[in-house]
């Protein structure tokens, strides 16, 4: 089942807002990715985190591996309309190789 | 280069029909994957091929069938399609079963009546 906690489920914010989300499990998760998954479209690799407290960025987005290796953060800064679209952590247990599990997702809505 | 293609786009099916959603990928990946999307649930496993040759089930492979016909494609079938297979089906590849990165079709909206 489920063994990944996004929040939050949904966001509508203004145009130029900062944005932040995050994904919590039960379990340590080896690896971390956050991927975007634009309406129609099937999602896309964003940011792939494989430490603990490693900090990466990709342009405006900043996700972070959790300490306790549980959970993940992503931010996004000066949000633009393109951003719009459903936000997926993923984490995978085992660096040997095993299924990814993913969050629920959150829905980001930014209002021009 | 295409990436990883998933025909059709959209299909309605009465129940108890049957179909084949078809994935092709042109990366030279020998991994291939099978997700179901339904709200609220993110992204489930149905079913992956680690390599060509081997097929296993994920995390809700009840109703569907799988095919690795070669390492380019990958196929899931519905033998007898139930309104709880409503849902938008992703094939994804990645370039082998350790790689995490996973990269995936624009989806098949399935309307099951």
């Known amino acids: 089942g489920q063994q990944l906690n996004q929040s939050p489920q949904s966001m509508f914010i203004q145009e130029g807002e900062d944005v932040s989300m995050n994904c919590t499990s039960s379990?340590?998760?080896?690896?971390w990715l956050w991927y975007k998954q634009d309406p129609g479209e099937g999602p896309v690799l964003l940011i792939a985190l494989y430490k603990a407290g490693e900090l990466t960025s990709n342009g405006r987005l900043t996700a972070q591996f959790g300490i306790t290796r549980k959970d993940s953060f992503l931010n996004i800064s000066a949000s633009i309309p393109s951003d719009v679209g459903i936000y997926f952590c993923a984490g995978q247990r085992e660096t040997s190789g095993s299924r990814l599990t993913f969050g629920e997702g959150t829905q980001l809505t930014v209002n021009p | 280069n295409a990436g990883v293609t998933q025909t059709p786009k959209f299909q309605v099916l009465k129940t108890g029909q049957s179909m084949t959603l078809q994935c092709a990928q042109d990366?030279?990946?020998?991994?291939m994957y099978w997700y179901r999307q339904d709200p609220g649930m993110g992204l489930r496993l149905i079913y992956y091929?680690?390599?060509?040759?081997?097929?296993d089930k994920g995390e809700v492979p009840n109703g569907y069938n799988v095919s690795r016909l070669n390492k380019r494609e990958f196929s899931l079938r519905l033998e007898s399609a139930a309104p709880s297979q409503t849902s938008v089906y992703f094939c994804?590849?990645?370039?082998?079963?350790?790689?995490?990165?996973?990269?995936f079709g624009s989806g098949t909206q399935l309307s099951v009546l």
């Open positions: 990366m030279n990946h020998n991994s």
């Open positions: 091929s680690a390599s060509e040759g081997t097929t």
């Open positions: 379990s340590i998760f080896n690896t």
């Open positions: 994804a590849s990645s370039e082998d079963w350790v790689n995490e990165k996973l990269f």
